[in-house]
């Protein structure tokens, strides 16, 4: 069992966690909701085990919104800085990449990239929207 843990923090560092062991995938997301929540381009996730990600400081500073059944996104109250998405289909919580200064961000694959605004040549799998494993449809996109 890898027992590795990461910390992260929100923008001004009032709500810190912590994410444990080894996240289930890393990549990128190309989604138009993802894309606007993280005021970029592309967002780079994380994928944990829900049990994986505990917040050791700052709860009460800890903001929810929920603009779709798919994911419950998190930020924090004083300074606005994005932490996590709890995603309820997938059972699954994303923790993004940037926060996590001591993980080493190993991305496997692109999803949503029919909505890509920023294209990628990489060499990894570019997914029309997601694996089949977790509900979509596992088309293959060009690079």
């Not at 606005?80 to 001591?102: Q, R």
């Amino acid at each position: 069992m890898n027992s590795t843990r990461y910390a992260g923090q929100c923008f001004c560092g009032a709500v810190q966690l912590t994410a444990t062991g080894a996240p289930e995938a890393m990549g990128y997301c190309h989604c138009q909701s993802c894309r606007h929540w993280s005021a970029g381009p592309v967002n780079a996730f994380t994928l944990w085990q829900p049990t994986a990600v505990e917040i050791t400081q700052g709860a009460e500073q800890l903001l929810r919104y929920q603009k779709t059944p798919h994911s419950i996104r998190h930020s924090c109250a004083k300074c606005g800085g994005h932490l996590l998405t709890e995603h309820p289909g997938m059972g699954l919580t994303d923790v993004y990449a940037a926060i996590l200064p001591d993980l080493q961000f190993q991305p496997s694959v692109h999803v949503h990239y029919q909505e890509s605004v920023l294209p990628i040549k990489d060499g990894l799998p570019k997914l029309r929207d997601m694996p089949a494993e977790m509900g979509g449809s596992g088309e293959l996109l060009a690079e």
